[in-house]
Structure formats: C-alpha cells, structure tokens
Nanobody, 122 residues
Framework: QLQASGGGLVQAGDSLTLSCAAS????????MGWFRQAPGKEREFVAA????????HYRTPLEGRFTLSRDNAKNTVYLQMNSLKPEDTAVYYC?????????????????WGQGTQVTVSS
C-alpha cells in the first residue's frame, strides 16, 4: 500500500516536497516513481528511482527542478519540487513496480498510491 502526502497550495516559485510511504517489508525491492495528472490531461510520468536509490530518471523538462530520493529504512520516497510553476498543478501519484527499471516505469506500474493535489498559483 502506498500513501502519498505533502501536496498543497503554493505560489509560483515556491518549493514543495511530496512523500510516499509504503507498507510492507520489501520496499527496497521496488522501483519507485511519481506520475501526475492535470485536469483534462492524461497522466504523465514525472520521475523514477532505482531500488537502491542510486539512479534516477526524470521527465526531461522537469530535470533540474525536481529531485527524487528514497529512504529504504523508512520505506519512503520523496519528491522535492523547486521553482514550481502553475503548469505543475496536478494530482501527483506515487507508483511502485518490482520488475520495471527507472527507464521503463514511465510506461506503467503495478501499484499506485491515492494521489495528492498540488496547486501552484501564479
């Protein structure tokens, strides 16, 4: 089970950190990632992190503003978002998959969190 949190209403230029806590004892066996879905748009890949946390992969336009990390001891993955823009407004979903790697998680995952709303005002 994945529990996402940390969303909220912020102003353009602000930072926000999303967290995704996973239950279970095999967290380190899952490639983790984040997706987002804006109103009226399709869900899109944001970022993925390897099981060890040593490697990451980002949606190209977001690289440099977003940083994904994980703490396997706490069963938690974090998405640090800086210099937020109104176009970052979306529901953000964390995802996990035991078989995908960071470059293939973008095509889908076996497990999904419930989503957390991020709204960036201009």
């Amino acid at each position: 089970q994945l529990q996402a949190s940390g969303g909220g209403l912020v102003q353009a230029g602000d930072s926000l950190t999303l967290s995704c806590a996973a239950s279970g004892r095999t967290f380190s066996s899952y490639t983790m990632g984040w997706f987002r879905q804006a109103p009226g748009k399709e869900r899109e890949f944001v970022a993925a992190i390897s099981k060890s946390g040593k490697s990451t992969h980002y949606r190209t336009p977001l690289e440099g503003r977003f940083t994904l990390s994980r703490d396997n001891a706490k069963n938690t993955v974090y998405l640090q978002m800086n210099s937020l823009k109104p176009e970052d407004t979306a529901v953000y979903y964390c995802a996990a998959d035991p078989f995908k790697v960071i470059t293939t998680l973008q095509y889908g995952a076996d497990y999904w969190g419930q989503g957390t709303q991020v709204t960036v005002s201009s």
